[in-house]
């Protein structure tokens, strides 16, 4: 089998393990910044620490092993868009808690029969995908020139790499708690190596070559419409194949467990607020190069230095805008 066909065979089913132990784990970074501000215990914020530790570990082993060249990875470019990572990730961050969840839990939740995730993942891919070669593309191109700063060592040192790793590694350990979502952590971890490994091994082919990347939704979900509508002329990618995954795992685990029910939008207001959320998910993680996997966890375990900015301005952001509408819940009932 040639790599054409094997690396997204292989891209699949890496969204098709990613989908169901996001469903069976409820793994997403939006319940991990809940969790941080509701719970003692916050179990899916420790989850997602530990997955930063196991990808981060992975990465880098196939990174000093020579195993895979990171410096051909989509997540290292040669030059750092700091103005996409800080206004982007707030963006997205903001964005996701408007619509429930990141581009990964949306698709979750859309193949467990929730109609609101199903049409906020397309808005959302839509957006995407015209932010980045599409109708919103020169407004992102003229941010990008005024606040991008050349980078050419790519990614950030190894010591960084080791305080990241500790840090995470201290939140997960911090106190006893569900077994299932530290599991979920580490299968998820495991994904962002492998994936690599994927396209950066096993997809080298010098007459055919394939970018090497690893897990994120946002550019790829946008790239995934698109090949829904010109398929008899497109190739399928590693990255689309993943995303046509994730729902396909998801519904597997929903289906097994009896989660599948149809759900769909409460009031007109709701579906402007998700819809404001797509477009603020869209527009910001092609700004900030990754959504929450893709910069929280590929990023990070790439050491990338956009990451190191997108990451923290989506979890800031996120928190705040849930303590806000938190506080706008309080007062309408007071």
């Known amino acids: 089998m040639n790599s054409a066909t094997l690396v997204p065979l292989l891209g699949f089913a890496v969204g098709l393990a990613l989908g169901a132990t996001a469903?069976?784990?409820?793994?997403?970074?939006?319940?991990?910044?809940?969790?941080?501000?509701?719970?003692?215990?916050?179990?899916?914020?420790?989850?997602?620490?530990?997955?930063?530790?196991?990808?981060?570990?992975?990465?880098?082993?196939?990174?000093?092993?020579?195993?895979?060249?990171?410096?051909?990875?989509?997540?290292?470019?040669?030059?750092?868009?700091?103005?996409?990572?800080?206004?982007?990730?707030?963006m997205f961050g903001v964005g996701m808690v408007l619509t429930g969840g990141c581009g990964t839990r949306l698709l979750v939740l859309a193949a467990s029969g929730n109609l609101r995730a199903t049409v906020t993942v397309v808005l959302f891919a839509m957006v995407a995908y015209a932010t980045l070669r599409g109708i919103l593309a020169p407004v992102r191109g003229e941010f990008a020139a005024l606040a991008t700063i050349p980078f050419p060592?790519?990614?950030?040192p190894l010591v960084a790499g080791a305080a990241i790793g500790l840090a995470a590694l201290a939140l997960a350990l911090w106190r006893r708690g569900p077994i299932r979502h530290l599991a979920g952590g580490v299968g998820v971890g495991l994904l962002i190596p492998i994936s690599y490994y994927i396209t950066g091994r096993?997809?080298?082919?010098?007459?055919?070559?394939?970018?090497?990347?690893?897990?994120?939704?946002?550019?790829?979900?946008?790239?995934?419409?698109?090949?829904?509508?010109?398929?008899?002329?497109?190739?399928?990618?590693?990255?689309?194949?993943?995303?046509?995954?994730?729902?396909?795992?998801?519904?597997?685990?929903?289906?097994?467990?009896?989660?599948?029910?149809?759900?769909?939008?409460?009031?007109?207001?709701?579906?402007?607020?998700?819809?404001?959320?797509?477009?603020?998910?869209?527009?910001?993680?092609?700004?900030?190069?990754?959504?929450t996997i893709g910069n929280g966890l590929t990023g990070l375990a790439s050491l990338s230095p956009g990451a190191l900015i997108a990451t923290p301005a989506m979890v800031l952001a996120a928190a705040a805008t849930m303590r806000w509408r938190q506080s706008r819940r309080a007062s309408v009932l007071a």
């Open 23 to 90: 469903r069976w784990t409820d793994f997403c970074m939006r319940g991990a910044i809940e969790d941080m501000l509701t719970t003692r215990e916050a179990p899916r914020l420790r989850g997602f620490a530990l997955a930063v530790v196991v990808a981060l570990v992975g990465v880098q082993a196939l990174a000093l092993t020579g195993t895979v060249d990171l410096t051909k990875s989509l997540s290292l470019p040669k030059a750092v868009f700091w103005g996409g990572a800080l206004v982007g990730g707030a």
């Open 153 to 156: 060592q790519q990614s950030l």
């Open 202 to 291: 096993l997809g080298a082919d010098d007459f055919n070559p394939a970018p090497t990347e690893s897990l994120g939704v946002t550019r790829t979900a946008g790239e995934s419409v698109v090949y829904l509508l010109t398929y008899t002329g497109a190739k399928i990618s590693f990255g689309v194949a993943f995303v046509f995954g994730i729902p396909a795992g998801a519904a597997l685990v929903a289906a097994l467990t009896g989660k599948f029910k149809l759900e769909g939008f409460e009031r007109p207001a709701d579906m402007g607020r998700y819809a404001l959320g797509a477009l603020f998910m869209g527009f910001g993680g092609v700004c900030a190069m990754g959504c």
